[in-house]
């Protein structure tokens, strides 16, 4: 049995209109939490990072959700997404990858899972 489940997605060739836009970002992490059952707490925060950085300048998303977190960091030069789903409770990975391609219409993604457990 494992503790917790951890996607990786790596996108590349995403909409950069779709990444540049904070309200598409929210309306994405509000949609994919409540299709994969999980329970937000609190506001997603999204921010502008990396300011000055161009090949790493973009919004990061920190959605904390009852079983652990989304987060996910948007690449305006390289048009690329790294978003990370981890929960305790396991999730239809296949629904995240869905509601990616629904909001940001990466050309490519490269996926990794890891199962977690300590014991």
Known sequence: MYWGYHLLLDCGGCDLS???NKE????FVIELAAAINMTTVGEPWIE??????PDKEGYS???LIVTSNISAHFVDMSRQIYLDVFSCREYDQSIVIDTVNKYFSPSKIKKHTISRNAG
Request: charged share 10%.
């Open 18 to 20: 779709a990444i540049t």
């Open 48 to 53: 502008r990072t990396a300011i000055g950085i």
């Open 24 to 27: 598409n970002i929210k309306n």
């Open 61 to 63: 998303l920190y959605q």
